[in-house]
């Protein structure tokens, strides 16, 4: 019994609100400290809102996704959030991107075939390539660790120009690798943070779209700098 309530005291400590030296991002009722970018491939959706502490965008209308940016750049950092999507979204967080959503991507694919905390060069080809870097860059078995029509706690850290990227899904790690160079545009080292609402089509064999909507929802957005 003892043991039981340790671990459910350990599973606790990370799954409620920010944690200790973490930063919010959305520390209002608004979007203020970030902004729609309006040059993104997945288009400029205005559709994001912000209540009672949760961030949510919707797929509608068809075809119609985008992302938004943190107004501040950043270059080593821990970002932690707790996501919810309805099932058929397909998201994403965005790490060090440019204004057109450039990025090293924490994928939030939640959907048939889709990935969750598995990192994805987001328009970033170079990034993708089997000798791109080393260590392991995506966890098949990720529904293993995450809880259905509940809310779950993403942490993820990038460091070094050649980043290092890890990933820790409700507690547990999944993701640990590191670039072999840098692939972002003029060798940036840092960015913004993004969060991705992907683009849908209805019509698409593949639409990543839901007939009533579809909502991607955050909540706890927080970040800690790193030296």
Not at 194 to 219: C, I, M, T, V, Y
Request: hydrophobic share 35%.
């Amino acid at each position: 019994m003892r043991i039981f309530l340790l671990f459910f005291s350990a599973l606790c400590a990370w799954s409620q609100g920010i944690p200790k030296g973490f930063q919010p991002l959305f520390p209002g009722k608004d979007l203020k400290g970030w902004h729609i970018s309006q040059v993104n491939h997945h288009g400029n959706t205005k559709a994001w809102t912000v209540k009672d502490g949760v961030v949510t965008v919707t797929q509608n209308p068809p075809g119609n996704g985008g992302i938004i940016l943190t107004d501040k750049s950043y270059r080593n950092f821990e970002i932690s959030l707790e996501v919810n999507p309805d099932f058929g979204c397909d998201g994403g967080l965005f790490l060090r991107s440019t204004e057109k959503g450039e990025a090293y991507q924490v994928m939030l694919d939640y959907l048939e075939g889709g990935n969750i905390g598995g990192i994805y060069g987001e328009r970033l080809p170079e990034a993708n390539k089997p000798d791109a870097g080393s260590g392991k860059k995506i966890d098949r078995e990720w529904q293993k660790h995450w809880k259905k029509a509940a809310w779950n706690h993403i942490r993820a850290r990038i460091e070094g120009d050649a980043p290092h990227i890890q990933v820790w899904l409700n507690g547990t790690q999944i993701v640990d690798w590191t670039a072999a160079r840098n692939y972002l545009p003029d060798n940036a080292a840092s960015g913004m943070i993004a969060l991705q609402a992907h683009r849908s089509d209805p019509k698409a064999k593949n639409s990543r779209w839901l007939p009533e909507g579809g909502f991607h929802r955050f909540r706890n957005v927080a970040v800690k700098e790193l030296p």
